[in-house]
T-cell receptor, first 116, second 112 residues
Framework: AQSVTQPDIHITVSEGASLELRCNYSYGATPYLFWYVQSPGQGLQLLLK??????LVQGIKGFEAEFKRSQSSFNLRKPSVHWSDAAEYFC??????????????FGSGTQLTVLP | NAGVTQTPKFQVLKTGQSMTLQCAQDMNHEYMSWYRQDPGMGLRLIHY???????DQGEVPNGYNVSRSTTEDFPLRLLSAAPSQTSVYFC???????????FGSGTRLTVV
C-alpha cells in the first residue's frame, strides 16, 4: 500500500531564512505528487503538483519542489520565508484506486512556525 | 466566488444521532471526495465519487454513507454518530485526475 511520510512534525525558521520541508513516499509506480498548505481554520490550498516531466516544479507563493525518484522524495523549498507562510503543510501522493481513479494519500503534516 | 461550499461549519451531535454534512461545488468537477482530518494523522479518505451516480469507499468508510445524484452535490451522512467520529471533515473536488483538488473550508464535528 502507498504511504507518505513527513518526518518533521514541527519546523521553526526565522523570517527571511530558507525553508525545506521533507516528504518521502512509498508507491510502486510513478506517482502524482502534491503539496498543500492549510492556514488555521481553513481548508487546504494546492501549492504545486508533479505529474511528469521536469522534476523541479514551481508553485504559488514562491514555493518549489523537486521530485527525486532515487530517493522517493518530493521536498518543498522556499528561498526566503515570509511571516505569512506560517501554516501546516501536507504532502500527498496520488494513487490508483479500485475504481481506476487516482485518490490522494496524505502525509501527517508539518507545522511551520516563522519567527520575526 | 466559485469553489467548494460545505455546511455547516460547526456541529455538535449526541451519540446515536444522525446527520448529513453538505458539500456543493459549482465548477462542474467530476471528482469529489470526503476526508476527515485528525491530529497527527493527516487527511484520510472516507468516500469518493468519480461522477454522478458513482461512488466508492476510501480508507475509513465505516459509519458513513454518500450519494452523488448530481454533479454539484456530494453529501456525507453519519448514520449513528459515535465519539470516534469527532473530527474535521473536508470535502474536495477536482476536474479530472490531472488536476489537484479544491478543498472546502471544513466542518468541525463534535460527538458527545
Amino acid at each position: 500500500a502507498q504511504s507518505v511520510t513527513q518526518p518533521d512534525i514541527h519546523i521553526t525558521v526565522s523570517e527571511g531564512a530558507s525553508l525545506e520541508l521533507r516528504c518521502n513516499y512509498s508507491y510502486g509506480a510513478t506517482p502524482y505528487l502534491f503539496w498543500y498548505v492549510q492556514s488555521p481554520g481553513q481548508g487546504l490550498q494546492l501549492l504545486l503538483k508533479y505529474f511528469s516531466g521536469d522534476t523541479l516544479v514551481q508553485g504559488i507563493k514562491g514555493f518549489e519542489a523537486e521530485f527525486k525518484r532515487s530517493q522517493s522524495s518530493f521536498n518543498l523549498r522556499k528561498p526566503s520565508v515570509h511571516w505569512s507562510d506560517a501554516a501546516e503543510y501536507f504532502c500527498a501522493v496520488g494513487v490508483i484506486s479500485s475504481g481506476s481513479a487516482r485518490q490522494l494519500t496524505f502525509g501527517s503534516g508539518t507545522q511551520l512556525t516563522v519567527l520575526p | 466566488n466559485a469553489g467548494v461550499t460545505q455546511t455547516p461549519k460547526f456541529q455538535v451531535l449526541k451519540t446515536g444521532q444522525s446527520m448529513t454534512l453538505q458539500c456543493a461545488q459549482d465548477m462542474n468537477h467530476e471528482y469529489m471526495s470526503w476526508y476527515r482530518q485528525d491530529p497527527g494523522m493527516g487527511l484520510r479518505l472516507i468516500h469518493y465519487s468519480v461522477g454522478a451516480g458513482i461512488t466508492d469507499q476510501g480508507e475509513v468508510p465505516n459509519g458513513y454513507n454518500v450519494s452523488r445524484s448530481t454533479t454539484e452535490d456530494f453529501p456525507l451522512r453519519l448514520l449513528s454518530a459515535a465519539p470516534s467520529q469527532t473530527s474535521v471533515y473536508f470535502c474536495a473536488s477536482r476536474r479530472d485526475r490531472a488536476n489537484g483538488y479544491t478543498f472546502g473550508s471544513g466542518t468541525r464535528l463534535t460527538v458527545v
